[in-house]
């Protein structure tokens, strides 16, 4: 029996007087509450406001049946700077977590990112040697052009049509000869038995999932949910000393120079009664002919939360990528060279607002993983 979830916000956040600010945070995600918690340990008083219901960005988690939903897609916080470890692990407990994504092609599962289980599955090969010249028969040598000749230099052509070529048209709604190279300047290929996803020395997920560093990074501040700050600036920008911007660029300018491009995703989340539903938390999907990119199953995030393995329940998200409009969240910024040159514009203009400070994904349009975001913090703080 499957069932659709309609997830809720259960999030509480405190109300607000209006008084003067040092600063006025526009945004909870991790941008924002990081720079929050480290402005008040230099004794600064700040105001968020969140155009959300709910704190956190997409960060954010919903328990549902007991298990914690990524309800903004799966985050795994990695990381090689022991300093961003060491800080994130001050504020809430880090259980270790290392994922290991697979990638359905008909009935067969391959191991990624690429590794010697993955090319065993692909060619039955067992030693990097042969791993190695089979990849090397048929790589792309000449002058690269685009994201396919990219990935052909890389990977060799049977790799890329099996599980790079439909995923990533996918995700990007264009074909791989339209897409620039740099999308995947490297592709991650090891000649081991190792199906981590990532390289980093440290790799975990907060107990209690993001919600919990959230709350400790927002711990006694004043926040108003249900905000947008674009459409009631006139208000809020008279408060505050200093502003930190971490919406759309393009938005705070009122589109000037007209609107920078994303693609959006969305997810169709539903209980399924059954304890396990696909073995891991996340397989993607790159055949052309499947709507969804990826299915994520929740609970596997939690290997250490025995209670609910045990359930006869599980939640599982089938993930959409779309082209995206005014009407839904920009989530990957389009990075090509006529986006690129329209950021440009827009960052002269934001150079020029001395008392604001425009940081994250959405205010410098370019995709961040969660310890770049926390460097980027770092970065503004260390000058004090």
Known sequence: MEQKVKLKSKFTVNSSKLKHYDYLIVGSGLYGSTFNYLAKKKGKSTLIVEKRDVVGG???????????VHKYG?????????????FVN?????????????????????????????FNQLWGVTTPEEAKARINKDKYTGVVHNLEEQALSL?????????????????????????????IKRLPTRFTFNGNYFNDRYQGIPEGCYNAMIDKLLEDTEVITGVDYNTNREMYEKIADKIVYTGKIDEYFGYKYGKLQYRTVRWDTEIIEVANYQGTAVINQPDKNVEYTRIIEHKHFEPYNERI????????????????????????????????????????????????????????????????????????????
């Open 90 to 118: 001050n504020i809430t407990h880090f259980n270790p977590y290392m994922l290991q994504t697979m990638s359905r092609v008909g009935d067969k599962l391959y191991s990624l990112p690429f590794n010697m289980y993955t």
């Open 155 to 183: 990977v060799g052509r049977d790799i890329y049509e099996k599980l790079i070529k439909g995923y990533t048209e996918k995700q990007w709604g264009r074909d791989c000869r339209n897409l620039p190279s740099f999308i």
């Open 309 to 384: 393995h045990q359930l006869n329940k599980t939640v599982i998200s089938k993930e959409y990528s779309e082209e995206w409009d005014e009407t839904k969240e920009g989530y990957y910024p389009i990075n090509d060279e006529k986006n690129n040159n329209l950021y440009k514009k827009y960052k002269e203009l934001a150079d020029k607002e001395k008392h604001v400070i425009f940081g994250g994904r959405l205010a410098e349009y370019k995709y961040y993983d969660m310890k770049d975001i926390i460097e980027s913090v770092f970065s503004y703080w260390d000058k004090y």
């Open 58 to 68: 997409n960060l954010y988690c919903e328990k549902v049946e007991g298990i914690y």
């Open 74 to 86: 799966p985050h795994i916080f990695h990381t090689d700077n022991i300093r961003v470890w060491n």
